[in-house]
């Protein structure tokens, strides 16, 4: 279980977006991501839209939208399962003190 998402999320995260290749190696570390911790993220965020969209060829990323329309996104493509994690907490802020 992921440390980074064994709690609820900012209500300011309004929906999370994961695009990425159902098959290409480089989108590997993000499909296992998701595996590993889709599970927990909705266990602890039931309202949240978690969306996941798989595309041949497309680059791993995730995007976060925020209160008031803001948007960020990092990139995953090639990373690790551990990686992603760490840029997925990153851009969500979660396990900042």
């Known amino acids: ?56 060829g497309t680059p791993a990323r995730a995007f976060a939208r925020f209160e008031r329309g803001v948007e960020k996104h990092v990139e995953l493509d090639g990373l690790s399962s551990t990686e992603v994690e760490s840029k997925v907490a990153q851009l969500l802020g979660v396990g900042k003190k």
């Open 1 to 56: 279980m992921s440390k980074f998402f064994s709690q609820a999320l900012s209500p300011a995260v309004r929906e999370i977006r994961f695009l990425m290749s159902q098959s290409g190696a480089a989108s590997s570390g993000a499909r296992n991501f998701i595996l590993a911790n889709y599970p927990v993220i909705k266990k602890h965020n039931q309202d949240l839209p978690v969306l996941i969209r798989e595309a041949e």
